[in-house]
């Protein structure tokens, strides 16, 4: 199988790499981090794509399981998840599994070319306590075994682990204010921000 973990990554903090050491655990597989270069479902990053993929890189350079991915780099134009989809179907031959956060779950039916996912992908999702996570995008159904969920297209399974609660957006503001908690931030990447001056206005 193949799992993805993408994101703007603007920047890679621990609870980036909590979530995907998690799902690296329970699948006991190594987690693709995909970096999402050019997002068209939410603002511009602040950081440039260069610089997010330095700190990524920066942030799995110690921890095997974690593959810093740079498929939707190499990609001219907007990066949508489903060429990221038909990518990877048509290099690994294998069920892709796409982890998410409960917040990014929750709008992930209006992604572009959504219908398309069921036939390619399913998803692992870590939700939280008052997540509405629970509701299903058309197609998918919900799943309570992980063999099934590693077997398919078209499933969803919810994970109950506790995730790491930290807003990059938060960490954004900190930096700017000369207040950020370095450690927040993976091994590399509080050091690499720093030296380029990144997120300081």
């Avoid at 603007?10 to 050019?38: E, F, K, Q, T």
């Avoid at 919810?158 to 930096?175: C, P």
Wanted: net charge neutral.
């Amino acid at each position: 199988m193949t799992v993805v973990f993408g994101g703007t990554f603007d920047p890679v903090h621990i609870g980036h790499l909590h979530a995907a050491n998690v799902a690296a655990d329970i699948l006991d597989a190594s987690i693709l981090m995909v970096l999402s270069a050019r997002p068209v479902h939410r603002e511009a990053p602040v950081a440039s794509v260069e610089d997010r993929w330095r700190m990524l890189k920066a942030a799995c350079a110690n921890v095997e399981r974690l593959v810093p991915s740079d498929i939707e780099l190499e990609r001219k134009g907007p990066s949508y998840a489903i060429e990221t989809l038909v990518s990877l179907n048509a290099s690994h031959h294998d069920p892709v599994i796409w982890v998410l956060g409960a917040d990014a779950f929750d709008s992930v039916h209006t992604w572009y070319r959504f219908d398309e996912f069921v036939n390619r992908c399913s998803f692992l999702v870590f939700t939280r306590a008052g997540s509405s996570s629970n509701q299903l995008p058309s197609g998918f159904k919900k799943v309570n075994e992980l063999s099934v969920l590693t077997g398919s297209s078209g499933v969803v399974y919810f994970g109950n682990q506790v995730m790491k609660q930290i807003s990059a957006t938060k960490l954004r503001q900190d930096m700017a204010q000369g207040c950020a908690d370095e450690n927040l931030f993976p091994s590399g990447v509080w050091e690499y921000a720093r030296r380029r001056g990144l997120y300081l206005t």
